[in-house]
C-alpha cells in the first residue's frame, strides 16, 4: 500500500533558525496537503498542491511540490516560537477509487527555542 | 461554533466493553472521514463517507469497528469488545466534494484499561 515518509522526526531549533521538513511518497499523489498540529490540539489544514513542480508561499511558509508529485518539502524562514508543533504532509493517491482519503506521514515535530 | 465537533472528548473504559463515539461534521460538507491517531504518529484513515453511503473502510479495522452516517449529516464510530490496542485519539475530519481540505475536529481520546 501507499507509504508516507517523512524526515526528520524531530527538529529542535533556536528562534531566527530556518527549518526544513522532507516527505516522499511511495506512490504518485494527485495532490498533496501539509497540515499543523499543535501539541494537544487537532491537524489545522495549511496547504494542498496539485501541480508538479508548483511552489507556493505563505508569509514565512514556502512549500514545494516535486516533479514527479512524489515528494514534497515545507521551508520555514526565521522560526518563531509559535512554529512549535507538529507538521504533517498528506498525500491522496493519484488514479483509483481513493479519491479523498489523506494518506499520512509520521510527521516533524518543531520546537523553537527563544 | 460551526467546526467539527466530537462527543465525547475522553472516554475511558474496561477491557471489553463497547464503545461509541459521535462526530458532527461542518453542516455543508458532504464527505466525512475518521482516522486513528497514537502517539508521535499522523493520523491513520479508518473510514469515509460521501453523504451516508461509506465509500471505503481500511483493511486495518478489524470487524469490531463500525461506523455509520445514517442520515447523511453526524456519524458514528462503534468499537466492540474493546481491547487495549484500541487506545488512541479518534479524530473525524470532513470536506466539502473529493480532494479538498479537510476540517479536523478535536477527536475523542480513548484509553482502554
Known amino acids: 500500500g501507499q507509504q508516507v515518509m517523512q524526515i526528520p522526526q524531530y527538529q529542535h531549533v533556536q528562534e531566527g533558525e530556518d527549518f526544513t521538513t522532507y516527505c516522499n511518497s511511495s506512490?504518485?499523489?494527485?495532490?498533496i496537503q501539509w497540515y499543523k498540529q499543535r501539541p494537544g490540539g487537532h491537524p489545522v489544514f495549511l496547504i494542498q498542491l496539485v501541480k508538479s513542480g508548483e511552489v507556493k508561499k505563505q508569509k514565512r511558509l514556502t512549500f514545494q511540490f516535486g516533479e514527479a508529485k512524489k515528494n514534497s518539502s515545507l521551508h520555514i524562514t526565521a522560526t518563531q516560537t509559535t512554529d512549535v508543533g507538529t507538521y504533517f504532509c498528506?498525500?491522496?493517491?493519484?488514479?483509483?477509487?481513493?479519491?479523498?482519503?489523506?494518506?499520512f506521514g509520521q510527521g516533524t515535530i518543531l520546537t523553537v527555542h527563544p | 461554533d460551526t467546526g467539527v465537533s466530537q462527543d465525547p472528548r475522553h472516554k475511558i473504559t474496561k477491557r471489553g466493553q463497547n464503545v461509541t463515539f459521535r462526530c458532527d461534521p461542518i453542516?455543508?460538507?458532504?464527505?466525512l472521514y475518521w482516522y486513528r491517531q497514537t502517539l508521535g504518529q499522523g493520523p491513520e484513515f479508518l473510514t469515509y463517507f460521501q453523504n451516508e453511503a461509506q465509500l471505503e473502510k481500511s483493511r486495518l479495522l478489524s470487524d469490531r469497528f463500525s461506523a455509520e452516517r445514517p442520515k447523511g449529516s453526524f456519524s458514528t464510530l462503534e468499537i466492540q469488545r474493546t481491547e487495549q490496542g484500541d487506545s488512541a485519539m479518534y479524530l473525524c475530519a470532513s470536506s466539502h466534494g473529493t480532494g479538498g481540505e479537510q476540517y479536523f475536529g478535536p477527536g475523542t481520546r480513548l484509553t482502554v484499561t
Open positions: 506512490t504518485t499523489l494527485s495532490n
Open positions: 498528506a498525500g491522496i493517491n493519484a488514479g483509483g477509487t481513493s479519491y479523498g482519503k489523506l494518506t
Open positions: 453542516s455543508e460538507h458532504n464527505r
